[in-house]
RNA sequence: GGAGCCGUGGUGCAGCCGGUUUAACACGCCAGCCUGUCAAGCUGGAGAUCGCGGGUUCGAGUCCCGUCGGCUCCGCCA
């Protein structure tokens, strides 16, 4: 190989280098065989250039030249010449020049692909993955895998500069409850016990604080075995960081810097800053969401006081009830065919409504089937709340006020998608701050944590902890980029009785408190600091800056909905010796079996 | 756990309410021609038991049920 050994990359070579011997190596791109000339297109990781084959130079060369067929890997000895004027390539970089080939050598013969290297192709989503070493030959997907590191190398200069340490954390761990379900990992050397693979390092970030580090940062790989989404995988990695003796205040500050240098070295994007920052309670009534997309307005109207007392019955019932009526304005919809009105309540049925109300301002009044319950009066009161004009539309649902809110908040986004009002090429960076520390988990009946189970409740709320636990607003906040939530973090409890506390109103007994997270309590008993952080996903965030169109394209090898990776074909069976090894024992196949029994007696 | 969409040569797809082609078209592949193309062009060719299993029917790529795989959403994800 050494005499083969490139000495310059196909997509780097430029005008300025004409009249060099290049020797370079790569796959071909494709062919085009013109019976008198040759083209090969070379491809590696930089780019493609023109490799030209004449007979009349060497017979021998041109007849190897034309057995070249696509992704035969190839060392290629020539001269680059600048190209004829008339037949340079203003789509390519390396277009105003050309290799004329002198010495060919095939390093690697390759089969016809299944799938065609090419950004421009669309292929089944199954089938890159199960050949994704191909797939990510496409130039796009290297573009990709090129972001995601310079955001990796990004952050560790930046953090490093700003003095902090990385540290690994364990990936074997062990389980704690709460959160989502664990990954787990059985141990040998203690029968019957698990380890299980971190949802997060908090805990051990947390412990960090306490033995003296004073800035932790690491860009850790998290499991959660819970359901996929397009924008969650069961691993993942995050930019975790946490800091001593901070508030957020400074963790804003870091985080507002560190973003904005990802934008503007990777987009060119100017982030303009400080972030504007909106209160739970603020996001939730004004956009529906927790995690608002502030690039369009159309907010969310309370119309619950104006409508509680006309004709319209469903109105007046559920404002009584404690609920709300919450509505939306969309600009231009008041034109809506009757076809396109009669399709909004079901619109609005997969958001969870269980109607929809409309009123459509059209140039000869307004149309709605539930006008008549309404007086002109009424009429133009909602119409002047909606800030509404003619032409427009508003869209109104009753329900309980959180989930009406809900409803309109995904009924905002449909139309801001759909009639187009997010402007291309905008971010929006948002805080959104004063979580509440707890909520109430309908279903159970019981109290949660809303963030996670160590952020601190703020001073001025701390009174309320064991009276009235619901209000209690913790120092938690999210970093919210274009509607995605990119970063969660809070300001932590570093004094055992406070997270004590807290753990008893979670419903976790002391015991399991000291069995489940003793080390950590234990940890707060030997002057452990005030601390805080945050973690930014770092795949959702490379989607963004990327634009790519699924998360699973920024991951080199990402898992399918069913978490599956297609092409190892994890995850898969074991030998039976290596479960008895582990002292475990399958039910599967027993399941199975009664499964299959239940369906036949049906 | 639930719902929706998809599955047809190597790839992307057409095939509508069951019978009209020999399952169309494009890319790719193979062969021939071709001296400046660059998603080359022209000519010809090979390649598909329509994901799998059952059912309905005189007849199923097409309808029904099940199943497998992929995608999306709800639940879930402190």
Redesign the pocket.
């Known amino acids: 190989m050494t005499e083969w050994k490139r000495t310059y990359y196909c997509g780097k070579l430029r005008p300025e280098d004409v009249g060099v011997t290049v020797c370079l190596n790569g796959w071909v791109?494709?062919?085009?065989?013109?019976?008198?000339?040759?083209?090969i297109?070379l491809r590696d990781s930089t780019g493609?250039v023109?490799v030209?084959f004449?007979?009349?130079n060497n017979k021998d060369l041109f007849e190897q030249a034309?057995?070249l067929?696509?992704e035969n890997v190839i060392a290629v000895r020539g001269r680059l010449?600048k190209?004829?004027a008339?037949?340079?390539?203003p789509?390519?970089p390396t277009?105003e020049v050309?290799v004329?080939a002198q010495e060919l050598v095939i390093l690697n013969k390759a089969k016809?692909?299944?799938?065609?290297i090419?950004d421009?192709?669309?292929?089944?989503?199954?089938?890159?993955?199960r050949y994704r070493y191909l797939d990510l030959r496409r130039p796009e997907m290297q573009k990709y895998l090129a972001v995601r590191h310079r955001v990796a190398k990004l952050t560790r200069d930046f953090l490093d500069q700003k003095g902090f340490l990385e540290i690994e954390t364990p990936m074997l761990t062990r389980s704690?409850p709460?959160?989502?379900?664990d990954f787990l990992a059985p141990s040998r050397l203690s029968p019957g016990k698990f380890y299980a693979l971190p949802?997060?390092p908090?805990?051990f970030k947390q412990v960090l604080m306490v033995a003296g580090v004073d800035k932790y940062f690491q860009i850790a790989r998290?499991f959660?075995d819970?359901?996929?989404?397009?924008?969650?995988q069961p691993e993942f990695t995050q930019i975790d960081l946490e800091m001593a003796f901070v508030d957020r205040e400074e963790i804003f500050a870091l985080m507002e810097e560190l973003v904005q240098v990802l934008f503007k070295e990777l987009t060119g994007f100017e982030s303009v800053r400080p972030f504007p920052r909106l209160s739970y309670h603020e996001a939730v009534r004004r956009f529906g969401t927790d995690k608002p997309d502030t690039r369009f307005a159309m907010e969310l109207t309370d119309f619950s006081d104006l409508v509680k007392e006309t004709e319209f019955s469903i109105f007046r019932q559920v404002v009584a009830g404690g609920g709300s009526v919450i509505g939306i304005t969309a600009p231009g919809c008041g034109n809506y065919s009757r076809r396109e009105l009669d399709e909004l309540p079901r619109l609005a049925a997969?958001?969870?409504a269980r109607g929809l109300v409309y009123f459509a301002l059209t140039g000869e009044g307004i149309k709605s089937p539930v006008a008549k319950f309404f007086t002109p009066g009424q009429l133009t009161a909602i119409c002047e709340r909606a800030q509404a004009r003619e032409g427009d539309l508003i869209m109104m649902v009753a329900d309980e006020t959180e989930k009406a809110r809900?409803i309109l908040g995904?009924l905002r986004l449909e139309f801001g998608r759909r009639l187009q009002l997010i402007p291309e090429g905008r971010h929006d960076f948002l805080w959104v701050i004063d979580f509440p520390l707890f909520?109430l988990?309908?279903?159970t009946r019981r109290i949660?944590?809303?963030?996670?189970?160590?952020?601190a409740p703020l001073p001025e709320d701390r009174a309320f902890l064991e009276s009235e636990p619901l209000r209690v607003r913790g120092d938690a906040y999210d970093l919210v980029l274009d509607g995605v939530e990119l970063g969660?973090g809070s300001i932590r409890m570093h004094q055992r009785e406070l997270q004590e506390k807290v753990f008893a109103i979670l419903g976790i007994s002391p015991e399991e408190a000291r069995e489940k997270f003793g080390f950590l309590l234990n940890a707060f008993d030997y002057g452990a600091p005030p601390h805080g952080g945050i973690?930014l996903g770092m795949d959702r965030l490379v989607t963004i800056l990327t634009g790519a169109e699924?998360?699973?394209d920024v991951i080199a090898f990402?898992?399918?909905?069913?978490?599956?990776c297609?092409l190892t074909g994890a995850p898969a069976e074991v030998e039976p010796a290596q479960l008895q090894e582990l002292s475990l024992v399958s039910l599967a196949d027993r399941d199975l079996i009664v499964v299959k029994k239940r369906?036949n007696e049906t």
């Open positions: 791109h494709r062919w085009r065989n013109h019976g008198g000339v040759l083209f297109d493609l023109q030209v004449h007979p009349e034309e057995t067929r696509n010449e190209r004829p008339e037949t340079v390539n789509n390519l277009g050309e004329i016809t692909p299944p799938l065609q090419d421009r192709i669309t292929v089944d989503e199954a089938l890159r993955l704690t709460e959160g989502a379900r949802q997060s908090q805990l998290c959660r819970e359901d996929l989404r397009a924008d969650r997969d958001f969870g809900e995904g909520e988990n309908k279903e949660e944590s809303m963030h996670n189970p160590f952020a969660s973690a699924s998360m699973r990402p898992k399918t909905a069913a978490g599956a297609l369906k």
